[in-house]
């Protein structure tokens, strides 16, 4: 039997498991434009849990997975992310009340979360996370009827979803095309093996990268510390070396030290039978090695330069002071607000221009957040609640941010939300300008659902890796451009690639046409941009222009 200490470490070893190959996971996204990463947004949902359950003490299986399930709802981000959230949510509703749990227990809770991860995505696609989890749902259920020992169960849902895995690039041709197995399916197995590995023997894969960040955090603050004293640094070398003694050199570490104190100060000099370690601090760490030298070989050497590292501490503290600036700023900016007015907007963007412009627009509160960098559902969540609207509509203006939007809606009990699924940055402006203050509220945000669906949006960015696609061969940093999703230019200039992307989505029926230029871009680059489009549109078309400074596309463009 499975109890919740078990089943905290196996969350918390798949948590590991995933954060330790989510580079791997990444890279199997074939789609060359830079986006939300599948590893990484998974890494991020499921380590919510993880931080959660590392303080959880003697809990049975039902609060462990209602912990777990509600830590990954509110931190799930990407529809990678959200669906593996849906996945646990299934865990928590199939454990309800239960102290142990037995492989029909867990079969059984991981089918209701598999069967409310397939009722949550619109058009289920077979060859993806979905076809890996159903199928691993399937193998344990089956295995459970006659043998219910946990183990043997989730180590037939491990196989399975490994067979399964395997089994995409058959079921998705393009994934066939690629070579690659599906990311979102790779990341779900990724957990599973990690899960496995402690309800097997009790061994969580660790992951030290929490370790890393806090021994550099640690290093961060003695450094700061220390950089307060920058101006009192007489040496700029910190020389620190062992010297393993020659047996027939005769030893007076009182020499050495007397020497190492006429070229440095902070002298530290330490001998056994064997060995000498020296520190020291001077501006001739050359001359303070060659002097070891004249005892024996130097077995380990380390020089580092005190100035340069107490330059990068002080920087390093006022990126920490402006980081902790950002927070209080936000945690002020998201206070919740009691709902006194009749509706409010609130849009995911980033960029300094477009966050104004949705402002400017009438958003109470623009999410950070776009194209590879996708907010979580607490952070959306967030943001609702700071809206004092009674109704709050959302515009995530990314396919990857819907889901975890949506999954918002039920979490609010004070004011309704309303999730209009835009896609792009275009969409959600039209949406937002279409808002009708003199409609009936219902009758607006109808009318805000329809008028973006004719929005044609035109993207230029750069090639994340090397792909193939149709008769376009992109390699890595190529300039690409995306009519509406679909790749149709590939350029070396980004100035050539808008105005083609432009060409493509114009139409008879075009009206106006809107460049957003993003970060990176020079004024000259725009201005030809707008220019050309100008000269060849401008008589019969409105041509509006806006510094977006958003990352990763170079342009966004408006055809309406």
Known sequence: MINGT?????????????????????????????????????????????????????????????????????????????????????????????ETADGIDLTTALGQGVEAAYKAVMKPTEGTILTVARMAYEAGSELAVTNSDPVAVWSAVVAAAQK????????????????????????????FEGMLSVFRDGTIIEFDGDKETENTEK???????????????????????????????????????????????????VDDEEIIKVHVHTESPGNALQSGLEFGQLLKVKVENMKEQHRKAAEAEERAKAKEAERLEKEQEYAVQEPVEEIGFVAVAAGEGLVQLFKDCGCS????????????TQDILSAIMATPAK?????????????????????????????????????????????????????AVDVMRESYQDVQTGLVTFAARNSEFGSHKIRENDIIGLENGKLTVNEKDIVKAAIKVTKQLVSRDSSFITVISGEGVTDEQAEKVVDTLTSKYGKDMEI???????????FIISVE
């Not at 095309?177 to 399916?185: E, H, P, S």
């Not at 950089?227 to 393993?244: L, N, P, S």
């Not at 047996?247 to 007076?252: A, G, I, K, R, Y």
């Open 6 to 98: 078990c089943l905290k470490n196996a969350i918390i070893s798949g948590a590991n498991n995933i954060s330790k190959n989510r580079s791997a996971i990444d890279d199997l996204n074939i789609f060359p434009v830079p986006d939300g990463d599948t590893g990484t947004n998974m890494s991020m949902t499921i380590n919510s849990a993880a931080a959660l359950l590392k303080d959880l003490d003697d809990a049975d299986v039902s609060v462990v997975s209602a912990k777990a399930a509600s830590a990954m709802l509110r931190g799930a981000r990407g529809n990678s992310g959200v669906i593996l959230s849906l996945i646990f949510r299934g865990f928590s509703q199939g454990l309800k009340d239960r």
């Open 219 to 269: 290093e961060d603050y003695f450094r700061s510390a220390a950089a307060q004293f920058d101006g009192d640094i007489t040496f700029t070398y910190c020389t620190e070396f062992i010297v393993g003694k020659d047996p027939d050199v005769h030893t007076d570490t009182q020499e050495l030290r007397d020497y190492l104190r006429t070229i440095g100060d902070c002298v530290v000099v």
């Open 391 to 443: 109704r709050v509509v959302v515009l995530p203006n990314n396919k990857n941010i819907i889901m975890a939007a949506e999954q918002a809606i039920p979490m609010v009990h004070d004011r309704s939300v309303i999730v209009i699924p835009t896609r792009t940055i275009p969409q959600g402006i039209s949406a937002l300008l279409s808002y009708d203050t003199e409609l009936d509220p219902n009758l």
């Open 164 to 191: 399964a895995l395997d089994l995409t690039p058959e079921l998705l041709p393009v994934l066939k095309k690629a070579n690659v197995v599906d990311a979102g399916g790779k990341g779900l197995l990724t957990i």
């Open 544 to 554: 509006t222009y806006v510094n977006g400074g958003q990352p990763v596309y170079y």
């Open 365 to 376: 509160h623009v999410v950070s957040g776009g194209q590879s960098m996708n907010p979580s």
